[in-house]
């Protein structure tokens, strides 16, 4: 199942690029032909990045996530659409293929958006078999594109049309709205980012890394920027930048730089989100004079300090106490030598 995963992958990357303060409704849709341990059929829902339940063919209903509020009633356009369109239309084209290959996978990715003036916004689905998509359809603003290596009917391609933009774009964003009610309190909170500008030795190279780190946040738009005396750095030099999810629901990312050890320059990171006022800017600080390995010797220098000192001290401590001995041992031979002269 290796291919799901990269399907998914490019969907987290495709859900990065929807506007910030917009919202979207995701339905992926997978059909599977072969003997697996999964369901033939099944439907993830997604609200923004949220998942908020699952549809397969072993339960064959629909299942809330994450709330305890009754969405049946929601999502029934999905299933007309599913019993009319996707699970016939799968079924209809793995047929046509007739791959010999097992299993046999389909995908589909399909969201609709609202904007955050509520407007409606597009409506995109991609279909892809094995991983590569072979078909494409987008709609706004009242009109139709579909683009597919294989030439449609056009009285099927009509049908499809007037159904994509009758039915399903009207139901997707309706349900986008209904779900937006249901669940506004988790797509509206805001949690800050923890940034930070990190530089690591190279060995090999004997430079280092300059990593900028932002974690911890929600939702997952942010704009994250390294800048070299106060000039953004080329994007060609940066690596990284892909959009993680850490365990907690919130996100991660991170943007590296490496620079020589002759390098002067002063670097600093920036991270603009919707739960911060302001622009958040992060300083490196460190003296472009001493080397950064320096700071090991230093470190050792003063540990070594410390265990002289503390030698010393309990040197000092154990002639202490000898002493102190020594004078407890004869004040106690003159007392009996004077108890002894009395009797």
Same mark, same amino acid.
């Given at each position: ?137 987008? +709609?706004?603003?009242?009109?139709? !594109?579909?683009?597919? %290596?294989?030439?449609? *009917? @056009? $009285?099927?391609?009509? =049908? +499809?049309?007037?159904?994509?933009? !009758?039915?399903?774009? %009207?139901?997707?964003? *309706? @349900? $986008?709205?209904?779900? =937006? ?15 930070? $500008? ?146």
């Amino acid at each position: 199942m290796s291919k799901l995963l990269v399907f998914l992958c490019v969907l987290l990357s495709a859900l990065t690029t929807v506007l910030t303060g917009s919202h979207s409704l995701w339905l992926l849709v997978t059909y599977i032909k072969g003997e697996t341990p999964f369901p033939e059929f099944s439907v993830t829902f997604m609200l923004d990045d949220l998942t908020v339940g699952h549809y397969n063919s072993e339960t064959k209903r629909y299942i809330p996530r994450d709330n305890t509020t009754n969405e049946d009633d929601i999502v029934s356009y999905i299933f007309y659409a599913m019993r009319h369109d996707l699970q016939p239309f799968h079924v209809a084209r793995l047929t046509f293929k007739n791959y010999t290959k097992s299993p046999q996978l389909y995908q589909v990715m399909s969201h609709c958006e609202l904007w955050d003036n509520d407007k409606p916004g597009q409506m995109i689905s991609k279909i892809a078999f094995s991983g590569s998509t072979t078909d494409e359809m987008h +709609f706004y603003d009242n009109k139709f !594109t579909y683009e597919s %290596p294989q030439k449609m *009917a @056009t $009285l099927s391609l009509e =049908l +499809f049309k007037w159904r994509h933009e !009758t039915i399903n774009y %009207p139901s997707c964003i *309706a @349900t $986008l709205r209904n779900y =937006l009610k249901k669940r506004q309190t988790q797509v509206n909170k805001k949690v800050k980012p923890r940034v930070r $500008l990190i530089q690591k030795a190279l060995t090999d190279s004997g430079g280092s890394r300059v990593s900028c780190l932002a974690t911890g946040f929600y939702p997952r738009h942010i704009n994250l920027t390294l800048f070299r005396d106060g000039q953004p750095v080329a994007d060609h030099e940066i690596t990284g930048g892909d959009l993680l999810p850490n365990d907690d629901g919130t996100y991660q990312m991170r943007k590296s730089l490496e620079i020589s050890a002759a390098d002067k320059h002063t670097y600093t990171c920036s991270a603009t989100h919707l739960s911060l006022d302001n622009r958040m800017t992060v300083d490196l600080e460190y003296n472009h004079g001493e080397p950064f390995n320096s700071v090991i010797p230093s470190v050792l220098t003063v540990l070594a300090l410390a265990l002289v000192f503390g030698a010393a001290v309990i040197t000092w401590r154990k002639q202490h106490a000898d002493s102190s001995n020594r004078e407890y041992s004869s004040a106690s031979t003159s007392e009996e030598t004077v108890d002894t002269s009395s009797s």
